[in-house]
């Protein structure tokens, strides 16, 4: 499985971005695809992950700001990022997670820099 994010830069304070990722190869089993980001200096920590069942999850520094969703038919997944502030600068990576295999697989993409100005 190979997982290509596209979309970061640069943008001011109260922005807004928006994030892609396509899922390619043996895709079958993944049903979770997510974003997690890494700032400077700091642990890689979860943005946002859905389900193929459409279930969401956010992390409370996003919620009501950033939307994750999906096209499963295309194996894509995707992260609007609206009234975006300076602590959300990171390297956002794309997860997806097959859990046909045991135990399940995380995969990862190679991530793309988001750089919020103030």
């Known amino acids: 499985v190979q997982l290509q994010a596209s979309g970061g830069g640069l943008v001011q304070a109260g922005g807004s971005l928006s994030l892609s990722c396509a899922a390619s190869g043996s895709t079958r089993g993944i049903k979770v695809m997510g974003w997690y980001r890494q700032a400077p200096g700091k642990q890689r920590e979860l943005v946002a992950t859905i389900g193929t069942d459409g279930i969401t999850v956010y992390a409370d520094s996003v919620k009501d700001r950033f939307t994750i969703s999906t096209d499963n038919a295309k194996s894509m997944v995707y992260l609007q990022m609206n009234s975006l502030k300076p602590e959300d600068t990171a390297v956002y990576y794309c997860?997806?997670?097959?859990?046909?295999?045991?135990?399940?697989?995380?995969?990862w993409g190679k991530g793309t820099l988001v750089t919020v100005s103030s």
């Open positions: 997860n997806g997670v097959d859990i046909a295999t045991i135990p399940p697989v995380d995969y």
